[in-house]
């Protein structure tokens, strides 16, 4: 076992690195919906434009795929930023920052879960992405079982 000790200026560089993958996780989050949409618009807009089942039904499968990656993302990138917040607040600890005159009462975040989505009482961010997974999930199922009945 290593008995050196960081430096203080090592600790104030990963706390800042740490700050950055943070957010970086959190805009990753929110790229992932957003990419489901814009596949989800484009299936739309592609089935008015070509009314062709097979472009359709193709274009729903890609949909589909994505909207899993993004249930899947949004969930590990949860568990992402509660292990970061977990070592920023030990970090924060080694370096005086925590105590009643700097940063008091840090909260670290709850994991989420699928199953989250049918709870009325989960409504943090993460959760409100998860829904929005969730949503384009069933619309996407919805848009492909459409085709079968028809």
Do not use: C
Not at 13 to 20: G, H, N, Q, T
Not at 46 to 69: G, Q, T
Request: hydrophobic share 55%.
């Amino acid at each position: 076992m290593n008995d050196i000790s960081p430096s203080e200026e090592t600790l104030r560089v990963k706390l800042e690195l740490l700050w950055k993958d943070l957010f970086h996780v959190r805009n990753q989050t929110w790229r992932t919906l957003e990419i489901e949409v814009i596949l989800v618009v484009g299936l739309i807009a592609a089935d008015l434009n070509f009314r062709n089942i097979y472009i359709s039904n193709l274009l729903a499968a890609v949909a589909l795929v994505s909207v899993f990656a993004g249930l899947t993302a949004t969930i590990h990138h949860r568990r992402t930023q509660i292990r970061i917040l977990t070592h920023i607040n030990h970090l924060e600890k080694a370096l005086g920052l925590v105590g009643p005159n700097y940063i008091d009462n840090v909260i670290i975040p709850i994991d989420i879960h699928f199953l989250d989505i049918l709870n009325p009482k989960a409504t943090s961010t993460p959760h409100f992405i998860l829904r929005m997974h969730a949503a384009l999930l069933l619309f996407t199922l919805f848009y492909m079982v459409r085709f079968l009945l028809l």
